[in-house]
Antibody, heavy 117, light 110 residues
Framework: QVQLVQSGVEVRKPGASVKVSCKPSGYTFSSYGISWVRQAPGQGLEWMGWISAYNGNTKYAQNFQGRVTLTRDTSTSTAYLDLRSLRSDDTAVYFC??????????WGQGSMVTVSS | QSALTQPASVSGSPGQSITISCTGTSSDIGGYKYVSWYQQHPGKAPKLMIYEVSNRPSGVSNRFSGSKSGNTASLTISGLQAEDEADYYCMSYTTSTTRVFGTGTKVTVL
């Protein structure tokens, strides 16, 4: 069964950083990229960036350039999202998703990140 | 990259057909076949319903169909059922090699 399992709930203060993990299973990790998508409460989906699980190449949405870093660890077959300088409007559910030639076919369960003082 | 434009809401009675539009530009929808649609029920992760404009993944009902004309893509749900009530998002690949979602459409079954 192909699935992506994400890390749990995170609570941070404004200005802090958060790192969310995503561990795929059921397929060869390096065969597909991983995109990250977030959804603020009551809002729509927002694409944040993509990483190639094969060679680590990345592409970021302009809105997040300089504040987000996507990495992957091939030894543990895990992808990571690192978001810095958190603000209250970063409060959202963060999803990792298998990016199969620009098609998001498998979604993680989501990780809730709350930013509050 | 601005979000693709979708109607905020669409409604229909059981058994009817509805169509959701998704308007972009020649830099995204108009330029590529990589348009996909996602269904999201409250509190759940989105689910892929259509990919590459008009292809259905295995397991998705054939009541869902997709098309594209110029810079506008469309999702049609025929034989509307109560379980189709959800939010729907389009997504496209772009010339910047990024991806962009639509603003989302809430489908209500009357």
């Amino acid at each position: 069964q192909v699935q992506l399992v994400q890390s749990g709930v995170e609570v941070r203060k404004p200005g802090a950083s958060v790192k969310v993990s995503c561990k795929p299973s059921g397929y060869t990790f390096s065969s597909y990229g991983i995109s990250w998508v977030r959804q603020a409460p009551g809002q729509g989906l927002e694409w944040m960036g993509w990483i190639s699980a094969y060679n680590g190449n990345t592409k970021y949405a302009q809105n997040f350039q300089g504040r987000v870093t996507l990495t992957r660890d091939t030894s543990t077959s895990t992808a990571y999202l690192d978001l810095r300088s958190l603000r209250s409007d970063d409060t959202a559910v963060y999803f990792c998703v298998r990016d199969k030639n620009y098609v998001f076919d498998i979604w993680g369960q989501g990780s809730m990140v709350t930013v509050s003082s | 990259q601005s979000a693709l434009t979708q109607p905020a809401s669409v409604s229909g009675s059981p058994g009817q057909s509805i169509t959701i539009s998704c308007t972009g530009t020649s830099s995204d929808i108009g330029g590529y076949k990589y348009v996909s649609w996602y269904q999201q029920h409250p509190g759940k992760a989105p689910k892929l319903m259509i990919y590459e404009v008009s292809n259905r993944p295995s397991g998705v009902s054939n009541r869902f169909s997709g098309s594209k004309s110029g810079n506008t893509a469309s999702l049609t749900i025929s034989g509307l059922q109560a379980e189709d009530e959800a939010d729907y998002y389009c997504m496209s690949y772009t010339t910047s090699t990024t991806r962009v979602f639509g603003t989302g459409t809430k489908v209500t079954v009357l």
